[in-house]
């Protein structure tokens, strides 16, 4: 298979959905955007969307076995002693904690189980359902089905339970498989060479109608299938109606059926140590840059709470792990202190200018042109220190530095914004510190990579939140991705007017406005309703309870009521 790079287009837009996971019942659908925006009142459901990104990430980052195939096997034929049995997910992690699998399930759900779909357009779609019939293995998932369809075939595989429910193995039904997708991803090197001389007369060519593999067995890495292996009988069985599939006659093909089995004894000679030696591989399930782009999406995803770490006056280096930023940020002033000259990715600032705003390209070498910033002459790149430096001359952020105070200790210092005067990150407004680690990973993250925030407004004061508001806008129209949970009218509202002073009209199709609301008439369980916003910033679906203008409302007429009454009061003087 070739080694595909990643479509960072794919990545910046795609709908995640969701069924029967916590506050969702009925299967809702959010777009993730560049900037993907979550509002709702208390308790509706809007942390359930965050946990389930958290719950796939943690599975992909944290587990001890991924890569390591398998890691999650049910391949009936490999001895019971022998087998690696191990959840598909993993319910208790540095992200989020969710115990077990009885604290997943909605409690409106019908089923035992819960499902998660990624559609990216017309590219790619991949479905997966999860269940759990077992009382006493509640801390385990298993994958009861998933489906994969792009443009080159529709593969849809459901697990078959013995009477015990342990998973036996898998049926996969494919339909809409195209002959130049079956010949391209063969197994069978020789026999694909063989059939690419056919290419020319059914490269359009189509199966006719679904085809049914059986005793199917999957190997996943965790939730994400990695590969599909059958007897070797089934798979000269299937390879034959695959042929038939596309109008070709198997039986009268003697030179393939000659090439197939002699291919398929030379695998197995070649086999022959291998524990599981009467199975080959059978047709590549997962087509290698589609499972590169989910691994990617969630492996590289990264989240700040909303509780983050209180500042201290001085700060350890040995606390450092990995250079992750940590849940609560607890590790942004180590990553300062040690990685302030790591270089990161380009960026663009905003800039409003008679009401109009536009994102001006920041690299160094435009930066060396106007020589408003000091820095050394020598310099390549942008890093982290230069990147937090451009923040504060130009939006009149704060401008951090760290000073060394023995060997393994340092001291985070803020430069006072009316005076020369640094003082320690102790010392300043308490908001100042907990918004420290969202501008340093936002940052250092590299472009297509997601950031979730979880209420990031807290401590900050309305006219900080607008220039958070901007700070997040720029680094999203730079290629980086922000899933925000947010009760924040102050940085709603600037986006609104940002959208409004873009002339351009680009900025609109960056954000995914949403609100979560708890069961209406129609539902059992939470729901998402996108908030439609027009090129003038105006919200054209105003949900109940979205940024609930009341009591301005009631102001305004307490305040005319107030007035009319002292002017009678007066005329009656």
Same mark, same amino acid.
């Given at each position: 298979?070739? @080694?595909?790079?990643?479509?960072? @287009?794919?990545?910046?837009? %795609?709908?995640?959905?969701?069924?029967?996971?916590?506050?969702?019942?009925?299967?809702? @659908?959010?777009?993730?955007?560049?900037?993907?925006?979550?509002?709702?009142?208390? @308790?509706?459901?809007?942390?359930?969307?965050?946990?389930?990104?958290?719950?796939?990430?943690?599975?992909?980052?944290?587990?001890?076995?991924?890569?390591?195939?398998?890691?999650?096997?049910?391949?009936?034929?490999?001895?019971?002693?022998?087998?690696?049995?191990?959840?598909?997910?993993? %319910?208790?992690?540095?992200?989020?904690?969710?115990?077990?699998? #009885?604290?997943?399930?909605?409690?409106?759900?019908?089923?035992?189980? %819960?499902?998660?779909?990624?559609?990216?357009?017309?590219?790619?779609?991949?479905?997966?359902?999860?269940?759990?019939?077992?009382?006493?293995?509640?801390?385990?998932?298993?994958?009861?089905?998933?489906?994969?369809?792009?443009?080159?075939?529709?593969?849809?595989?459901?697990?078959?339970?013995?009477?015990?429910?342990?998973?036996?193995?898998? &049926?996969?039904?494919?339909?809409?498989?195209?002959?130049?997708?079956?010949?391209?991803?063969?197994?069978?090197?020789?026999?694909?060479?063989?059939?690419?001389?056919?290419?020319?007369?059914?490269?359009?060519?189509?199966?006719?109608?679904?085809?049914?593999?059986?005793?199917?067995?999957?190997?996943?890495?965790?939730?994400?299938?990695?590969?599909?292996?059958?007897?070797?009988?089934?798979?000269?069985?299937?390879?034959?109606?695959?042929?038939?599939?596309?109008?070709?006659?198997?039986?009268?093909?003697?030179?393939?059926?000659?090439?197939?089995?002699?291919?398929?004894?030379?695998?197995?000679?070649?086999?022959?140590?291998?524990?599981?030696?009467?199975?080959?591989?059978?047709?590549?399930?997962?087509?290698?840059?589609?499972? &590169?782009?989910?691994?990617?999406?969630?492996?590289?995803?990264?989240?700040?709470?909303?509780?983050?770490?209180?500042?201290?006056?001085?700060?350890?280096?040995?606390?450092?792990?990995?250079? &992750?930023?940590?849940?609560?940020?607890?590790?942004?002033?180590?990553?300062?202190?040690?990685? #302030?000259?790591?270089?990161?990715?380009?960026?663009?600032?905003?800039?409003?200018?008679?009401?109009?705003?536009?994102?001006?390209?920041?690299?160094?070498?435009?930066?060396?042109?106007?020589?408003?910033?000091?820095?050394?002459?020598?310099?390549?790149?942008?890093?982290?220190?230069?990147?937090?430096?451009?923040?504060?001359?130009?939006?009149?952020?704060?401008?951090?530095?760290?000073?060394?105070?023995?060997?393994?200790?340092?001291?985070?210092?803020?430069?006072?914004?009316?005076?020369?005067?640094?003082?320690?990150?102790?010392?300043?407004?308490?908001?100042?510190?907990?918004?420290?680690?969202?501008?340093?990973?936002?940052?250092?993250?590299?472009?297509?990579?997601?950031?979730?925030?979880?209420?990031?407004?807290?401590?900050?004061?309305?006219?900080?939140?607008?220039?958070?508001?901007?700070?997040?806008?720029?680094?999203?129209?730079?290629?980086?991705?922000?899933?925000?949970?947010?009760?924040?009218?102050?940085?709603?509202?600037?986006?609104?007017?940002?959208?409004?002073?873009?002339?351009?009209?680009?900025?609109?199709?960056?954000?995914?406005?949403?609100?979560?609301?708890?069961?209406?008439?129609?539902?059992?369980?939470?729901?998402?309703?996108?908030?439609?916003?027009?090129?003038?910033?105006?919200?054209?679906?105003?949900?109940?309870?979205?940024?609930?203008?009341?009591?301005?409302?009631?102001?305004?007429?307490?305040?005319?009521?107030?007035?009319?009454?002292?002017?009678?009061?007066?005329?009656?003087?």
């Amino acid at each position: 298979m070739k @080694n595909y790079q990643i479509d960072q @287009n794919k990545k910046n837009h %795609f709908k995640f959905s969701l069924q029967n996971f916590k506050a969702f019942q009925k299967s809702q @659908n959010i777009e993730i955007k560049p900037l993907t925006i979550i509002s709702g009142l208390n @308790n509706c459901g809007k942390s359930s969307i965050l946990q389930s990104f958290l719950l796939l990430s943690q599975t992909l980052i944290e587990s001890k076995d991924y890569k390591k195939i398998p890691s999650y096997e049910l391949a009936s034929f490999i001895p019971e002693e022998k087998k690696k049995y191990k959840t598909a997910l993993l %319910f208790e992690g540095s992200y989020t904690h969710l115990s077990h699998y #009885g604290n997943i399930i909605n409690k409106y759900a019908k089923s035992n189980e %819960f499902s998660f779909k990624m559609n990216f357009k017309e590219d790619f779609q991949f479905e997966i359902a999860f269940f759990n019939p077992f009382t006493e293995k509640m801390i385990k998932a298993f994958v009861k089905s998933f489906k994969i369809s792009n443009k080159d075939y529709n593969f849809l595989v459901k697990s078959k339970l013995d009477e015990e429910l342990n998973i036996k193995s898998y &049926n996969c039904t494919i339909s809409e498989m195209s002959f130049k997708f079956f010949i391209h991803h063969c197994p069978l090197i020789y026999t694909s060479s063989l059939l690419s001389k056919l290419e020319d007369d059914f490269k359009e060519k189509i199966l006719e109608k679904p085809l049914v593999i059986e005793n199917l067995h999957v190997f996943f890495n965790n939730f994400i299938p990695n590969r599909l292996v059958v007897s070797r009988g089934d798979f000269f069985k299937t390879i034959k109606n695959i042929f038939e599939g596309f109008g070709i006659d198997f039986e009268k093909s003697t030179n393939y059926v000659d090439m197939i089995k002699e291919e398929m004894g030379f695998i197995y000679r070649m086999d022959k140590r291998r524990e599981y030696n009467d199975f080959i591989e059978c047709l590549t399930l997962f087509n290698f840059k589609e499972q &590169n782009l989910i691994e990617d999406i969630f492996r590289n995803l990264r989240y700040i709470g909303p509780l983050r770490e209180e500042p201290r006056r001085y700060y350890k280096f040995d606390e450092i792990r990995e250079f &992750n930023i940590g849940i609560k940020g607890e590790y942004a002033p180590q990553i300062l202190t040690l990685y #302030g000259d790591s270089k990161i990715p380009n960026f663009k600032i905003i800039k409003e200018v008679n009401g109009r705003i536009e994102f001006q390209p920041i690299t160094i070498e435009k930066l060396k042109k106007n020589g408003d910033l000091e820095f050394e002459n020598d310099k390549e790149y942008l890093d982290l220190n230069l990147g937090l430096s451009i923040w504060s001359k130009y939006s009149y952020i704060p401008k951090f530095s760290t000073r060394r105070i023995e060997q393994l200790l340092s001291k985070i210092m803020v430069e006072s914004t009316d005076s020369n005067k640094y003082y320690s990150l102790q010392d300043v407004g308490f908001g100042i510190s907990q918004i420290f680690p969202i501008f340093i990973e936002s940052l250092r993250m590299d472009k297509g990579n997601i950031l979730v925030l979880e209420q990031p407004e807290i401590h900050l004061h309305p006219n900080m939140q607008a220039k958070l508001a901007d700070f997040l806008l720029s680094m999203a129209v730079s290629g980086k991705k922000f899933i925000i949970e947010t009760h924040s009218e102050h940085l709603i509202n600037r986006i609104c007017l940002r959208i409004a002073q873009d002339f351009k009209n680009e900025l609109n199709e960056l954000i995914s406005l949403n609100f979560v609301e708890q069961k209406s008439p129609e539902y059992t369980g939470a729901r998402i309703e996108k908030i439609e916003l027009n090129k003038y910033g105006e919200i054209l679906n105003w949900p109940i309870g979205f940024l609930d203008m009341t009591d301005n409302r009631k102001i305004l007429k307490a305040g005319i009521e107030k007035r009319q009454k002292e002017r009678r009061s007066d005329k009656n003087d």
